[in-house]
């Protein structure tokens, strides 16, 4: 109670504006950069003239928020969790301004992805975050962008190893209420068994690869769904491969030559 009367003097204490972006500012669990808070100031006209770094320096100043070096030295801030669990209680209490910040977060999170996708090491400081986006997804019932999310994920999760983790919520979405047989599910479920395929589980991979060719091959001819039936069938191929189906395997890897030869 004492702490709670701690958070709540300091937070009484901003004006409207600030008491409004520090709640909205704890969407982002792992922690956020300069560039993020102006980007949702703005697209958010949370304080219209409002200056997003002399913001922070007042949180800061009051102990709401506090400052550490990210990669390469860049500034980043942060809310200890009890500060946090205050911000969403805040948050919570409209629920427009609980969704939106949320919605607009879950763009954020592909629009850097789609940025630092051959920079897994620069995703790690943004990991927490992102793996917040992703549970929102969920929790909200919005299967299609969880997919989304998770096609953007996998990649980082393989390169940097995190295979039981990244198998997780990739099984996790897979499995969301709701969630279409289209070429999202088709995106996912590739990068499961690529996973699956690392932790040695060809069973799961095989699985999970004809799955996704199923899906893909009832898509259409787009040369976008070519390419993947290619690759899929690449890839399903060397398991078959592996299992003595060597036929099967041999038809599914001319196939996938065939059309990646044009």
Not at 138 to 160: H, T
Request: charged fraction near 20%; hydrophobic fraction near 45%.
């Amino acid at each position: 109670r004492t702490l709670l009367a701690a958070i709540d003097w300091s937070y009484q204490l901003l004006d409207p504006v600030e008491q409004r972006v520090f709640r909205t500012l704890a969407v982002f669990a792992g922690g956020w950069t300069l560039d993020a808070a102006r980007a949702l100031v703005a697209d958010l006209s949370l304080g219209g003239d409002l200056d997003p770094l002399e913001t922070m320096a007042a949180l800061t100043g009051k102990s709401l928020v506090h400052r550490t070096d990210g990669p390469e030295g860049s500034p980043r801030w942060s809310m200890l969790q009890p500060l946090r669990g205050y911000a969403l209680v805040q948050l919570r209490a409209s629920p427009e301004e609980w969704h939106t910040p949320h919605a607009w977060q879950y763009g954020w999170a592909l629009r850097l992805l789609d940025t630092l996708r051959s920079t897994p090491a620069a995703i790690d400081a943004e990991l927490g975050t992102l793996r917040g986006v992703l549970e929102w997804t969920l929790a909200d019932g919005q299967p299609a962008q969880a997919l989304d999310l998770a096609a953007q994920l996998w990649p980082f999760w393989r390169a940097r190893t995190h295979l039981f983790e990244g198998r997780q919520w990739l099984c996790g979405v897979l499995g969301a209420p709701g969630a279409a047989p289209d070429r999202r599910r088709a995106r996912v479920l590739h990068g499961a068994a690529m996973l699956a395929q690392q932790q040695g589980d060809f069973v799961e991979m095989r699985r999970m690869l004809t799955e996704a060719l199923s899906i893909l091959t009832s898509c259409g001819d787009e040369d976008e769904v070519a390419v993947a039936i290619a690759v899929a069938s690449s890839d399903l191929a060397r398991v078959l491969g592996m299992e003595g189906e060597l036929d099967e395997a041999a038809r599914l890897a001319g196939d996938s030559l065939a059309v990646l030869r044009g």
